[in-house]
């Protein structure tokens, strides 16, 4: 017998041999059902694969990202099947899952596949699943598996069994395919029930340029029709929302060649939305007690020395520039400068904890290649702040900062999130991780508890903190199910250290404060990325660029017009007024196509009634009312926001 340990804790005894599918069935037919394959003992394994020692064991389905790995995985093998049947003599590359669905490159001889050739691979795939075939797992010798793929006539596969240790090789086949695979598999092909192929690609073999170009063609596959139905639904909108469409369609930003790639230009309308966050950010923080501070956007080389930033960080950094014999460099983070401004102030324990927020620019070099939009991009702008505390104040500093990012969560509808907690491994103490092994308990300890008692998703990672202190990643995701990371909240051990930060105790002795690194809001240009997205330029009326379109029927109204925009402007309503010669209907549609959150109309009989007609963006008419009315209400509805 053999003992195996389940993830709640639970033990159970079971045959030497036996496999995961029966352990699934002893516990339930319908899991057994469900289950995909299993993490024996931390590596993923085909359900038919007996275990023959002690394990650990956890049963993956369609709802594990490695249960769906090891589906999409299986799908790239039955798309490789079907194209072998389509295009006889067809060789292949690699095949693996990614984030959503699979890959497979391949080789067609002198065939160009096109997107119309894509349904009927995916009707070949859909017959071939209907046989319900198994996925089998076989180990051969390096000798065998050259002379498989000699007589097949693969030369990529042959190239990569070259590269393979004799006795760690295996096949797994489905009815008359066989591949060159790790594993692990689904048990059999009637698992896939809905595919479809996205589309077609070129890719170099092995990624290097001075090889063959393969077509590398990307599909997706479903436990269930209705999943994939989802699924497309989802693509078209998420083709609707991307933020480089509506950011250009929205007149959000722009780049410009010769200013640099990934340095973004805010256009007017994405400058009011900035003006509102930093406005939301400032009144947060003035509540919660932080104090502003403006730093300079380089320094110089020595400071990122003291900071450790030089020489590690200076991949990521923009190349020095050189003025009176020394090296500048702009600012990759905003720490050592809020560092240097902590050293300047005075440090009783009474002046802690002391909190210095900024929205600070930085600059990081990233690859041209690797920038994309406003996710990826070389000049930030960070809601960046840096509380220095007491070892005795952290706990109620974090709850805090926490409880800051709930009520913004709040405040934008991010109801989908979940936080990344990385802590240290001890075994590591002094060389990964600065050697303060009872700061690391105390901290992790604390950060663990407030994560749990404000019942926030989390998940923890062993051995992923910064060297200098537990961090935690912020990934919040999009109504099209887009994941971003927001923000990195970082606990800091060792910069204090570096920079000879003090404060004077009750005891009058000098010690080291404690740092939390924390930007909430993330950078404007991210932020606002996510913000397009999530709201597909819908923004809510203390967002939007402009939040009232001042729309007469005719030029006869102009001076009541005038009238109506000097009482906006004095409740600070941000407006544009359509004083072309259109018709209204037209004037309705193109404040509709920029979101704009309410249009007034003004004619005649609004004009006599001294009263204003309010549509609202996507909802229609609203009826009529006095422009004080209306002003005064739009003022509410945003200053609720900044209360
Ligand atoms: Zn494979
Ligand atoms: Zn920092």
Same mark, same amino acid.
């Not at 359900?47 to 999409?72: C, H, N, Q, V």
């Not at 020394?326 to 720490?335: E, G, W």
């Given at each position: 017998?053999?003992?195996?340990?389940?993830?709640?804790?639970?033990?159970?005894?079971?045959?030497?041999?036996?496999?995961?599918?029966?352990?699934?069935?002893?516990?339930?037919?319908?899991?057994?059902?469900?289950?995909?394959?299993?993490?024996?003992?931390?590596?993923?394994?085909?359900?038919?694969?007996?275990?023959?020692? +002690?394990?650990?064991?956890?049963?993956?389905?369609?709802?594990?990202?490695?249960?769906?790995?090891?589906?999409?995985?299986?799908?790239?093998?039955?798309?490789?099947?079907?194209?072998?049947?389509?295009?006889?003599?067809?060789?292949?590359?690699?095949?693996?899952?990614?984030?959503?669905?699979?890959?497979?490159?391949?080789?067609?001889?002198?065939?160009?596949?096109?997107?119309?050739?894509?349904?009927?691979?995916?009707?070949?795939?859909?017959?071939?699943?209907?046989?319900?075939?198994?996925?089998?797992?076989?180990?051969?010798?390096?000798?065998?598996?050259?002379?498989?793929?000699?007589?097949?006539?693969?030369?990529?596969?042959?190239?990569?069994?070259?590269?393979?240790?004799?006795?760690?090789?295996?096949?797994?086949?489905?009815?008359?395919?066989?591949?060159?695979?790790?594993?692990?598999?689904?048990?059999?092909?009637?698992?896939?029930?809905?595919?479809?192929?996205?589309?077609?690609?070129?890719?170099?073999?092995?990624?290097?340029?001075?090889?063959?170009?393969?077509?590398?063609?990307?599909?997706?596959?479903?436990?269930?029709?209705?999943?994939?139905?989802?699924?497309?639904?989802?693509?078209?909108?998420?083709?609707?929302?991307?933020?480089?469409?509506?950011?250009?369609?929205?007149?959000?930003?722009?780049?410009?060649?010769?200013?640099?790639?990934?340095?973004?230009?805010?256009?007017?309308?994405?400058?009011?939305?900035?003006?509102?966050?930093?406005?939301?950010?400032?009144?947060?923080?003035?509540?919660?007690?932080?104090?502003?501070?403006?730093?300079?956007?380089?320094?110089?080389?020595?400071?990122?020395?003291?900071?450790?930033?030089?020489?590690?960080?200076?991949?990521?950094?923009?190349?020095?520039?050189?003025?009176?014999?020394?090296?500048?460099?702009?600012?990759?983070?905003?720490?050592? %400068?809020? %560092?240097?401004?902590?050293?300047?102030?005075?440090?009783?324990?009474?002046?802690?904890?002391?909190?210095?927020?900024?929205?600070?620019?930085?600059?990081?070099?990233?690859?041209?290649?690797?920038?994309?939009?406003?996710?990826?991009?070389?000049?930030?702008?960070?809601?960046?702040?840096?509380?220095?505390?007491?070892?005795?104040?952290?706990?109620?500093?974090?709850?805090?900062?926490?409880?800051?990012?709930?009520?913004?969560?709040?405040?934008?509808?991010?109801?989908?999130?979940?936080?990344?907690?990385?802590?240290?491994?001890?075994?590591?103490?002094?060389?990964?991780?600065?050697?303060?092994?009872?700061?690391?308990?105390?901290?992790?300890?604390?950060?663990?508890?407030?994560?749990?008692?404000?019942?926030?998703?989390?998940?923890?990672?062993? +051995?992923?903190?910064?060297?200098?202190?537990?961090?935690?990643?912020?990934?919040?995701?999009?109504?099209?199910?887009?994941?971003?990371?927001?923000?990195?909240?970082?606990?800091?051990?060792?910069?204090?250290?570096?920079?000879?930060?003090?404060?004077?105790?009750?005891?009058?002795?000098?010690?080291?404060?404690?740092?939390?690194?924390?930007?909430?809001?993330?950078?404007?240009?991210?932020?606002?990325?996510?913000?397009?997205? %999530?709201?597909?330029?819908?923004?809510?009326?203390?967002?939007?660029?402009?939040?009232?379109?001042?729309?007469?029927?005719?030029?006869?109204?102009?001076?009541?017009?005038?009238?109506?925009?000097?009482?906006?402007?004095? %409740?600070?309503?941000?407006?544009?007024?359509?004083?072309?010669?259109?018709?209204?209907?037209?004037?309705?549609?193109?404040?509709?196509?920029?979101?704009?959150?309410?249009?007034?109309?003004?004619?005649?009989?609004?004009?006599?009634?001294?009263?204003?007609?309010?549509?609202?963006?996507?909802?229609?008419?609203?009826?009529?009312?006095?422009?004080?009315?209306?002003?005064?209400?739009?003022?509410?509805?945003?200053?609720?926001?900044?209360?």
């Amino acid at each position: 017998m053999i003992k195996i340990t389940f993830p709640d804790g639970h033990v159970r005894e079971y045959e030497n041999g036996v496999t995961s599918m029966e352990i699934a069935k002893s516990i339930s037919e319908g899991l057994a059902r469900k289950t995909l394959s299993a993490e024996v003992n931390g590596e993923v394994w085909d359900l038919a694969r007996p275990i023959t020692t +002690d394990a650990t064991i956890r049963l993956l389905t369609w709802d594990d990202e490695k249960g769906k790995s090891t589906f999409w995985h299986s799908s790239a093998h039955l798309m490789a099947e079907a194209l072998e049947v389509l295009y006889p003599g067809v060789k292949f590359g690699i095949g693996p899952p990614i984030d959503h669905g699979f890959y497979y490159d391949v080789d067609l001889g002198g065939k160009v596949l096109s997107a119309e050739d894509l349904p009927k691979i995916e009707e070949k795939m859909k017959e071939l699943a209907k046989r319900n075939v198994a996925f089998s797992r076989k180990s051969v010798s390096k000798k065998e598996a050259l002379q498989y793929f000699t007589d097949k006539g693969d030369q990529y596969k042959l190239e990569l069994i070259n590269n393979l240790e004799d006795g760690s090789i295996t096949f797994y086949s489905q009815g008359d395919f066989v591949d060159l695979c790790r594993g692990p598999h689904i048990p059999d092909t009637s698992f896939i029930k809905a595919i479809k192929l996205l589309n077609i690609a070129g890719a170099y073999w092995r990624g290097d340029e001075k090889n063959k170009m393969l077509t590398r063609i990307y599909g997706i596959t479903f436990p269930k029709q209705s999943e994939l139905d989802a699924y497309l639904v989802m693509l078209e909108e998420a083709k609707k929302r991307d933020h480089r469409k509506l950011g250009k369609e929205l007149e959000i930003y722009t780049t410009d060649d010769e200013v640099g790639q990934g340095l973004i230009l805010w256009l007017p309308n994405g400058a009011a939305m900035i003006e509102q966050l930093e406005k939301l950010a400032k009144r947060n923080e003035e509540k919660a007690g932080y104090v502003r501070v403006k730093t300079p956007h380089i320094a110089k080389e020595n400071l990122y020395l003291t900071s450790g930033h030089l020489p590690y960080y200076a991949e990521s950094m923009y190349p020095p520039m050189e003025m009176e014999g020394v090296k500048y460099y702009l600012r990759a983070m905003n720490c050592p %400068h809020h %560092h240097k401004i902590f050293g300047a102030l005075p440090k009783s324990y009474r002046d802690l904890p002391l909190r210095l927020a900024e929205y600070g620019m930085c600059y990081r070099y990233e690859e041209s290649g690797s920038l994309f939009g406003l996710m990826r991009v070389r000049g930030l702008n960070m809601n960046d702040a840096h509380i220095y505390c007491t070892e005795e104040q952290f706990e109620q500093e974090f709850r805090a900062v926490n409880d800051m990012y709930l009520n913004y969560f709040n405040i934008f509808g991010i109801d989908k999130y979940v936080m990344r907690f990385s802590t240290h491994e001890p075994s590591k103490l002094g060389q990964k991780y600065v050697n303060e092994p009872a700061l690391w308990k105390k901290t992790e300890d604390l950060v663990r508890d407030v994560l749990i008692k404000s019942k926030i998703p989390y998940v923890e990672v062993a +051995d992923e903190a910064a060297f200098y202190g537990p961090k935690i990643d912020v990934q919040i995701y999009s109504v099209i199910g887009r994941e971003f990371t927001l923000a990195t909240n970082q606990v800091d051990f060792a910069q204090p250290l570096r920079f000879g930060l003090t404060y004077m105790d009750k005891d009058n002795q000098p010690k080291t404060p404690l740092c939390i690194h924390r930007a909430p809001l993330g950078t404007h240009e991210r932020f606002i990325g996510f913000l397009l997205e %999530h709201y597909a330029g819908k923004f809510p009326t203390w967002l939007a660029p402009v939040q009232v379109a001042v729309l007469p029927i005719s030029d006869k109204y102009n001076d009541y017009c005038a009238e109506l925009i000097n009482v906006l402007k004095n %409740h600070e309503i941000r407006i544009f007024f359509d004083n072309r010669a259109e018709k209204i209907g037209r004037k309705i549609r193109d404040a509709e196509v920029k979101k704009i959150p309410y249009m007034l109309i003004v004619g005649e009989q609004e004009q006599t009634s001294g009263t204003v007609s309010i549509r609202k963006q996507g909802e229609g008419d609203q009826g009529s009312m006095t422009i004080a009315a209306f002003a005064g209400m739009v003022e509410k509805e945003v200053k609720s926001i900044f209360q």
